[in-house]
C-alpha cells in the first residue's frame, strides 16, 4: 500500500488482496493498494494526484451521486476504466471519512462483480434497467420522476439530478412534446389501469432535429391491484418513421400524379405530393417545347443535349408549404434561362439527380448571379436542396427542385433516392402528356382543316354551326359536318360521326367527308348516298385489317360510323333525309313548336348488305333543322332523354340570330369539358318565290325549240337580266334539242332566277348525255362543249321519274 503523507488517520488499509483506494475531499486520489493496482493495471505513480472521476467508464447512478452529495455511505455496482482501456465492473463500496471542519474524504473498496447467485441476478436486473436502449422514467401518483435510467438521462440531457421532479419539469427540456396530452394519458392510466401507447414528434436537447418517438405508459400495480404509479417508456422510431414517411410519398405519387393526360396539371401534382411529406418547395420547370407536344432534348450516349441553342424553361408548377409560394423567383407560366454552370443545367447534362446544401460552393456561384434568387432562399431560410432532372424514354422534358427551410433535417442520401424515385414516375406521366398533347394537336389540326370554314354561297338555308373537340381525356373524335350546295337551287346538309378518337378517327373522317362531297356531285338520292358510303367504310375496314377480307367482308367493322344526310330544296320547300344510326333531327317550325320527326332507323356504316330508306318533310319558310352528333345530348351527368329535354328547350326558347342559338345550346347542354366531340349544324330554311322560278312544257317536237328559246328571252326580260339572253337561248336550244332527240315526254323546261341562273331540262329518260370530241368535219358534237365553255358549271341528276339536265351561270354584277 503506497500512502501519501496526508492520508487520513481514520483509514486503515484493506487486506491485500482488496483493491482500495482513499480519495481527497477535491476529489483527488490521495491512496492505491497492491489490490487496485491488481484490478485496474494502474500503478500508483500513474494514478496518485489524478482525479478519480478518470477511472470512471460510465457515469455512476443517479443514486449514487445523491447519496455521495449528502455524505452518506454508498455501495453498489460500478463500471471502472481498465490500463488497457477495457470496462471493469465492480462492486464498489464508498466510505465518508470526516475530519473536524472540513469535508470528508472516502475510503473505497471494490473487488470484481460476480455474476451469480441471487445478488449477481439482482445486479443484472439493475444493469438492464440501467442500460436499456429504451427510455424508461417511473412516476408515482403525483407524477413525480421516481426512478429513471441511463438513456432517458441521455435524451434530457440532465446535469442536475432529475429525481423527485414533476413530468412537467422533467420534460420540460424536449421541443414539441405534449405536455398536456402526455399529462392527460398518464391520468388515464392511473385511473383506468390500462396501458396507452402514443406518437409524439420531439426535439431532444442535443439533437439537431425533432425525432420520432413511439411511447408507452403502463401501470405499476401493487399486489393488491391498486395503482401505484406510471411508468412511460419511450423508443426512438425516427428511422423507421421517416422510411414510412418515403413510403407514403412514394405511395402517393403513384395514385395522385399523371392523373389526367394535361401536361400544367401532371406537373402541378408532381409538386403537391412532393411538399406534403417530403420538400417545404417544389417547383417544375418543363423544356418550352413540352407544353406544345414537341421535343427538345434527346437522349445520347453523353447525356441529354440541347437539339437547337440553350434550353427555355417554362414555370409549369410550384407548390410550398407556405401560403402564396414567397420562395418562387419565376411566376407562373413564365419563362426562364439557366446558367450553364448552374446545379439545375448539370443535372441536365448528367441526367442524374443531386443534392445541395445552400452553402455549395455551386449553389452559391449560381445564386450569386441570381440576385432575386438569393433573396428568396434567405429570406425563406432555405438550407438544403435537390436537383432532379425528368427524363422518360431517352428525352429530357425539365427540371424539378427540392427546397427544404420548415424542415429540420437536410436532404440525405435517402432522401435523393426518393426525390429520384418519385421524379421519375412524374416524368413518365408528363411524357405520357406530351406525346398525347402532340398526337391530339396534329388530330385538332387535321380535323379542322377539314371543316368547313364558312358557309358555302348558297341561298337555300341561313347555317349557324359549331365543332368543339372533346376533353385532354378522350382525345379528338371524328365528328364532321357539312353544308353542300346542288344544283336546283337545292343544299345538302351532312353531319356524322366516327367511332374512335385521335388521328386516325380523324383522317377516317377526312375520307368520309370527301366520299360524301364526291356523290353529292353526283346528286344522288340520300338513301343511295349512304349505301354507297357504307360500301366505303366496308373497303377501308378490309384495307385496316385482312382477316375481314377473308371472311368476305361482312364481319363488323373496327372502323364505324354514323351518319344524317338532308337535301333541302327551296322550291318544293321540302327536305329529304336519310340516316345511318345517327340521331335524328330537331325541327323547330317558324312559331317556335319543337318536334323530332321519326326517321327510318337505318344501320351504322360499316355493317354492309342492310337497307336505308328515306324520308320527306314539308318544312314551311323559316324552319329551324339542328342537326346534332351523339355528344351534344349524351354526357356523364345526364342520359340521352334529358339531353334532349334541354335540347328541346333552348331550340324553344331561340335567339336573335342561330349564331346566338348555338351558343346557348352548347351553354345549356355541356359541361367545362365534354367527354366527346361535338357537331352541331342550325339551317333555318328559306324558299324561293314563285316569281323566281318559271315552268314550262315542252312538245316532242323539233319546232318547239324556237319557241322555248322565245319564253326563256321573254322571262329573262322580265327579270332584268337580258344581258344574259344569248347565252340562255344557246343553252336552252342545247338541251331541249337533246331531250326531243334522245329523251322521253314528258318535257319540261326550268328557268330558276336566285344568286345565279339556273337552267333546268327535265325527260322520262335515264341516258345522260356525255361530253364528247367532234373531228373537224362533224356537222354535231359540239353543243354540249359549248354549254360547258359558256356556264358556270353543268350536269346530270337522276329522279324516280328520269333525269334532269342543269345548267348554271353567274348574273352579272348588280
Known sequence: MHETADAPESWHPSPAGTAAAVVGPDGVLTAWSPGAQHLLGHRPDEVL???????????????????????????????????????VHADLRATPLHTAGTAPAWAVTASPAAADGAAGAQQLREWAFAQLPIAVGVYDRDTRLVGANDEVLRIMGEVDEPLGRLMADVVGRCSGLPHDRLRDLMGHVLTAGETVRAENF?????????????????????????????????????????????????????????????????????ADVATERFADFVSVDLLDGVFHGTEAFHGSEHG??????????????????LEGCPES?????????????????????????SRHHIDDPDVRRWLAVDPLRARRAAEAGSHSMIVAPLLARGTTLGIVLYVRHRTDQDFDADDLLLAEEITARAALSIDNARRYTFERNTALALQRSMMPHRAPRQAAVEVASRYLPAGPQAGVGGDWFDVI????????????????????????????????????????????????????????????????????????SDIGATCLYAVYDPVARRCTLARAGHPGPAVVRPGGAVHFPELPAGPPLGLGGLPFESAELDLPEGSVLALFTDGLVESLDHDVDNGIDRLTRALARGGPSLEQTCDDILKLLLPETPSDDIALLLARTRALDASQVATWDVPPD????????????????????????????????ELVTNAIRYGRPPIELRLIHDSSLICEVSDMSSTAPHLRRART???????LLLVAQLTQGWGTRHTPFGKTIWTEQTLPAG
Open 49 to 87: 494526484g489524478r482525479p478519480a472521476a478518470d477511472l470512471l467508464a460510465a457515469p455512476p447512478p443517479p443514486a449514487a451521486r445523491s447519496r455521495i452529495e449528502d455524505g452518506a455511505e454508498w455501495s453498489g455496482r460500478i463500471a471502472l476504466r481498465h490500463r488497457d482501456g477495457r470496462t
Open 202 to 270: 420531439v426535439r431532444t436537447p442535443g439533437e439537431a432535429g425533432a425525432q420520432a418517438w413511439t411511447t408507452v405508459l403502463y401501470p405499476l400495480k401493487s399486489p393488491d391491484g391498486g395503482v401505484r404509479g406510471v411508468a412511460i417508456g419511450g423508443l426512438d422510431t425516427t428511422d423507421q418513421y421517416r422510411a414510412r414517411q418515403r413510403l407514403a410519398v412514394v405511395s402517393a405519387a403513384g395514385v395522385r400524379i399523371g392523373t389526367t393526360l394535361d401536361v400544367t396539371r401532371t406537373a402541378q401534382e408532381l
Open 304 to 321: 441529354p443535349h440541347p437539339a437547337l441553342g440553350p434550353p427555355v424553361f417554362r414555370r409549369a408548377a410550384e407548390q410550398s408549404v
Open 329 to 353: 423567383a419565376v411566376p407562373h407560366g413564365q419563362t426562364d434561362h439557366l446558367p450553364a454552370d448552374s446545379p439545375m443545367s448539370r443535372a441536365l447534362v448528367t441526367g442524374r439527380p
Open 485 to 556: 350546295p346542288l344544283s336546283g337551287a337545292r343544299v345538302a346538309l351532312v353531319v356524322g360521326d366516327v367511332v374512335g378518337h385521335g388521328i386516325q378517327a380523324s383522317a377516317t373522317m377526312g375520307r368520309l367527308r370527301t366520299a360524301v362531297r364526291t356523290l353529292a356531285d353526283v346528286d344522288i338520292p340520300p338513301d343511295e348516298l349512304l349505301t354507297h358510303l357504307d360500301d366505303l367504310v366496308l373497303r377501308l375496314d378490309r384495307e385496316a385489317d385482312p382477316r375481314t377480307a377473308e371472311a368476305g367482308g361482312r364481319e363488323a
Open 702 to 733: 323539233p319546232a318547239a325549240v324556237s319557241h322555248a328559246r322565245r319564253l326563256a328571252a321573254r322571262q329573262l326580260a322580265a327579270w332584268g337580266l337580258g344581258t344574259a339572253t344569248f347565252v340562255t337561248e344557246l343553252v336552252v336550244s
Open 777 to 783: 368535219f362533224d356537222e354535231g358534237g359540239r353543243g
